[in-house]
């Protein structure tokens, strides 16, 4: 089991910043795939940024060149930092880690943080 715990959202105006963090219970190295999702209200579940245990990151279109994902394996803590903010990014942000190892093997949410941007 891999529990996952989201902190850093909050309220920001546009063209601002803020950087969410997830905490995981598990060494993260041993995590194949992590990554951040949104939901915005009404609206499915989308991916955001994603971050392989080998340290290569993927970003949705809409948010690239104004987010980046990284992670810090010392703190088990995987971060996105969140720049250039706009209303549409208003959403609430989930982390999520993807394991096919022996001993963790599953796919796992963070309760959410809420994130919104005002214009």
């Known amino acids: 089991q891999v529990r996952l715990m989201e902190s850093g959202g909050g309220l920001v105006q546009a063209g601002g910043s803020l950087r969410l963090s997830c905490a995981a219970s598990s060494n993260i190295s041993s995590i194949n795939i992590m990554g951040w999702y949104r939901q915005a209200p009404g609206k499915q579940r989308e991916v955001v940024a994603l971050?392989?245990?080998?340290?290569?990151?993927n970003y949705a279109d809409s948010v690239k060149g104004r987010f980046t994902i990284s992670r810090d394996s010392a703190k088990n803590t995987v971060y996105l930092q969140m720049n250039s903010l706009k209303p549409e990014d208003t959403a609430v942000y989930y982390c999520h880690a993807l394991s096919i190892n022996a001993g963790n093997a599953g796919t796992y949410w963070g309760q959410g943080t809420q994130v919104t941007v005002s214009s």
């Open positions: 971050i392989t245990s080998g340290g290569s990151t």
